[in-house]
């Protein structure tokens, strides 16, 4: 494959990733107005079935976004997507099925959910060659940490139950926003880095041509430029 016709299929891929752009803010939104209403605008104090009530529906809202998320998006990142989305709703079902008033019950779905989502989001920005691997690493260690604190912490008060679900939808809403911004700038980042990266391809050519450059040092230096 010639390098013109690596950009144009480089290009077109670029730009319909970021056609998508509004589903990753949209999704930020949700998390973030979901994670919002749980820490400040709830009266959990009053009515703990209204809350494990909400934490279910959330799920089943968080869940679904994830496998709309999935068909929307492809590569690498489309099962982890939907892998985490069909977790969130099948917790959103037990609890709405089985909807125990125990805390325990709460702040282990609590836990499950983070642990289990939070893995998949480092394992995610492990595999992933695409920036911004960073985002999916960082949400999923917190949330994982976060997760296995609450795992371990089994006599939590419901104030504590309710800021780590809060305290979740928000980290995930934000991190989702911030993917937005960036996958919406991907096709001005990609041009920019494929000009410079043929600038330095034509300087190295005419030092090759020159004689100021071997035939190895040329190969050598070529390579780097279009490896990195």
Do not use: C
Request: proline content about 1%.
């Amino acid at each position: 494959m010639s390098l013109a016709e690596l950009d144009a299929e480089l290009s077109e891929y670029v730009e319909d990733l970021a056609a998508k752009w509004w589903w990753f803010l949209g999704f930020g939104m949700v998390s973030l107005l979901l994670g919002l209403w749980m820490l400040f605008w709830t009266d959990w104090r009053d009515d703990v079935d209204a809350v494990v009530s909400f934490y279910a529906i959330a799920l089943l809202v968080w869940g679904t976004l994830r496998i709309i998320g999935g068909f929307v998006w492809y590569g690498e990142g489309k099962w982890w997507l939907m892998l985490s989305g069909g977790i969130a709703i099948a917790l959103g079902i037990a609890t709405l099925v089985w909807p125990d008033k125990s805390l325990l019950v709460v702040a282990g779905l609590v836990a499950l959910w983070l642990m289990v989502s939070g893995a998949i989001n480092i394992i995610a920005g492990l595999f992933q060659k695409r920036e911004p691997r960073w985002v999916f690493v960082v949400w999923g260690g917190l949330a994982l940490l976060l997760g296995i604190w609450a795992w371990n912490h089994e006599v939590l008060t419901l104030l504590v139950v309710i800021f780590a679900i809060g305290l979740g939808f928000l980290l995930s809403g934000i991190m989702e926003i911030v993917v937005a911004f960036q996958v919406k700038q991907l096709p001005e980042n990609y041009r920019k880095a494929r000009d410079e990266a043929y600038t330095q391809l034509n300087t190295l050519a005419d030092l090759h041509a020159k004689g100021v450059l071997t035939d190895e040092d040329y190969a050598r230096e070529r390579a780097k430029v279009l490896i990195g």
